[in-house]
């Protein structure tokens, strides 16, 4: 079993700076590739970042990159997520997920095989 427990979510004013953390524990974390999605009310559950399981490689949603950025320390088997330029259309719920096992659709949910409980970002205009 693999367990994810985000946090770091919050309140901050468009323009803000909110940076996510998530712990991993139950499997060596640097094995596995780590994403994060987000979930706005109403909508569905949409792709954000991911990073491959030794840090070496990125990806960003369209909508985030250049303001958004993953990154894990392995040592502490934890992912982050630096936020930066927040918008209020960045208001939603952020997951964490692992990627166990590669099937090469990054971006979708069906990749991911473990979930965190989400964590609540919100930002006002």
């Known amino acids: 079993q693999l367990q994810l427990v985000e946090t770091g979510g919050g309140l901050v004013q468009a323009g803000g700076s909110l940076r996510l953390s998530c712990a991993a524990s139950?499997?060596?974390?640097?094995?596995?590739?780590m994403g994060w999605f987000r979930q706005a009310p109403g909508k569905e559950r949409e792709f954000v970042a991911r990073i491959s399981s030794s840090g070496a490689n990125t990806y960003y949603a369209d909508s985030v990159k250049g303001r958004f950025t993953i990154s894990r320390d392995n040592a502490k088997n934890t992912v982050y997520l630096q936020m930066n330029s927040l918008k209020p259309e960045d208001t939603a719920v952020y997951y964490c997920?692992?990627?166990?096992?590669?099937?090469?659709?990054?971006?979708?949910?069906?990749?991911?095989?473990?979930w965190g409980q989400g964590t609540q970002v919100t930002v006002s205009s």
């Open positions: 139950g499997r060596t974390f640097s094995t596995y590739a």
């Open positions: 997920a692992a990627d166990l096992i590669f099937r090469r659709a990054i971006t979708e949910r069906a990749e991911y095989d473990y």
